[in-house]
């Protein structure tokens, strides 16, 4: 898109903004607009098919469909009879499905030897005129850009509500660590302005310098907060709080904590245990702090080092394209698990064979059902897999309807290191329980990095904060004797790398994403660089 296309279309968005953020959306409203969309779930995936892709020739999916001798007929007949879930497994079963490579560009579409090329704005809503541009974070590959309109934000708001009500937040105070755009902090306001939930503080990592986003998106930022402010809505303005200061949001919560009982701060996991970690230092008590946000797995360790300052945090499983694909079950069975919200997408298992392993896991393929969604998909494989279960658990996402639970969710590129396959949790518990336990720190004090070094020979390098007072000798020895204790597969990598001697230790900070995520585990992309995992908030 050239530049002046992108101003025009960013300038609709903004005369969209006034009206939009007069809209206030009642509890009962939310609760109408979910239900409706439960019950109607094959009308909206036939409306989607109808008006964006049987008519639509740049479309792949019509593509996939003609490959498949697949009639938009065959497709409302089946739509009719076996509902959506049955719908596309078979779509599936026929070759109609996006696989993660082929989604994120790094290779074309191919079904029995016929190739349907793909660009960066194949996957968009060819509905959608008048959008600010966001991103993804850019975990998996390089990042895709999302273009976000009015009534996409407004789509999320009714989830949104929903939440605060089961989790019992809606008179909380609130504050976001996000970062403006193209990151998510923005459109999470603008949604919580209709919802009746502003925040009261927006502090954001990276406002300007070094690292800072391009001019137009800080432009475009404050355009947006002017804009919001002009038509006197309660937008607040982005208040530079780097990662090292979360001293700052640690004590801005025990205040409101002391003055009100309660407040809530929506962030990234990463970003919400540095809040917990600062507290901690700082001798403060966040009992009455709820925090919340995806980005990246919301594990045992990080969990249990909220809790020891009384912090509670309720996690979820994201994407910028889509919002919330689930929300953390308030009866939780674990720490990843959520509430699957099929009002707005669905989604279908699939085994995938991972190249060059012997290795098996059910991938996730998802589906958008709303008209509204900035990208299509139609049995898109996103990096992940995990469990897919509908069980009764008695909190208030299973009294509205929602009795699917989607946990245990891993990314499956991050099972491979060095050659050698790693399962995500096996590399999680070392990193974020056995190191911080022998040798010191916290979880946020250990990373493992894959990349080339100077001669293009792939190292593994264990990141280990200079904070910590550990000999690099021990430090190596307790990873090593961790992976030895670990399945075969863990075992087997800790030989080759040693055998290799392409495993070190350096004393640096682990390497946060630009999204401001903290993955244990960070691989090699095609590039040679490292790549974060997974694809949550992607």
């Not at 990042?143 to 009714?158: Q, T």
């Not at 399962?423 to 250990?446: F, K, M």
Request: glycine fraction near 10%; aromatic fraction near 6%.
């Amino acid at each position: 898109m050239g530049r002046f296309s992108e101003i025009t279309t960013f300038a609709r968005f903004l005369g969209d903004v006034p009206a939009m953020l007069r809209k206030r959306m009642t509890a009962g409203e939310a609760h109408a607009i979910v239900q409706r969309r439960l019950r109607e779930r094959e009308r909206n995936l036939l409306g989607v098919l109808e008006s964006s892709v049987f008519t639509n020739e740049k479309s792949p999916y019509r593509g996939l469909l003609r490959l498949a001798r697949c009639e938009p007929g065959d497709v409302r007949r089946m739509l009719e009879k076996e509902g959506v879930d049955a719908t596309l497994c078979a779509l599936r079963a026929a070759g109609v499905y996006i696989a993660f490579e082929e989604y994120k560009g790094l290779r074309p579409i191919v079904r029995d030897g016929h190739v349907i090329e793909t660009t960066e704005t194949s996957f968009d809503n060819p509905l959608i005129r008048r959008f600010f541009r966001t991103s993804t974070g850019g975990t998996t590959g390089a990042a895709r850009p999302i273009l976000m309109d009015a009534a996409h934000l407004l789509s999320r708001v009714p989830m949104r509500i929903v939440a605060e009500e089961v989790y019992g937040t809606r008179d909380v105070p609130l504050a976001v660590w996000f970062e403006i755009l193209p990151g998510n902090g923005a459109s999470t306001i603008l949604q919580g302005i209709v919802a009746g939930r502003p925040p009261e503080r927006w502090f954001t990592p990276v406002l300007s310098g070094e690292g800072a986003p391009a001019l137009r998106f800080r432009a475009a930022t404050r355009a947006i907060v002017a804009t919001a402010r002009l038509a006197r809505a309660p937008f607040p303005k982005p208040e530079h709080v780097p990662l090292d200061r979360a001293d700052i949001i640690a004590r801005w919560a025990a205040q409101r904590i002391r003055e009100t009982g309660r407040v809530a701060i929506s962030s990234h996991v990463s970003k919400a245990l540095r809040i917990c970690l600062a507290a901690r230092d700082l001798g403060l008590d966040l009992n009455g702090l709820l925090l919340g946000g995806g980005g990246e797995p919301p594990t045992e360790a990080k969990i249990r080092e909220m809790r020891r300052v009384g912090a509670e945090f309720r996690g979820g499983y994201y994407t910028m394209e889509t919002g919330a694909i689930g929300l953390a079950c308030p009866n939780a069975t674990g720490p990843n698990d959520n509430h699957f919200f099929e009002d707005h997408l669905a989604v279908v298992q699939h085994a995938r064979v991972l190249p060059g392993f012997d290795v098996s896991v059910q991938s996730f393929h998802f589906t958008t059902l709303l008209p509204t969604s900035p990208k299509l998909w139609i049995n898109v494989e996103l990096d992940d897999y995990g469990e897919l279960e509908t069980r009764r658990c008695g909190c208030g996402f299973e009294a509205l309807g929602f009795t699917r639970h989607i946990s245990d969710i891993r990314s499956f590129r991050k099972l491979s290191g060095e050659g050698m396959t790693l399962i995500g949790n096996e590399i999680e518990r070392v990193l974020e329980e056995e190191l911080p336990a022998r040798c010191g720190g916290t979880s946020q004090d250990y990373q493992l990095v894959e990349e080339e070094d100077e001669n293009g020979l792939t190292r593994l390098s264990l990141l280990v904060s200079p904070k910590v007072d550990v000999d690099e000798a021990r430090a190596l020895e307790v990873l090593n004797e961790a992976l030895s204790r670990g399945s075969a597969a863990a075992a087997l990598s800790r030989t080759i790398w040693k055998q290799g001697g392409n495993l070190r230790v350096l004393r640096e900070e682990p390497r946060w994403t630009r999204a401001g995520k903290l993955i244990p585990f960070r691989g090699l992309q095609r590039d040679g660089t490292a790549a974060s995992a997974p694809a949550e908030e992607r």
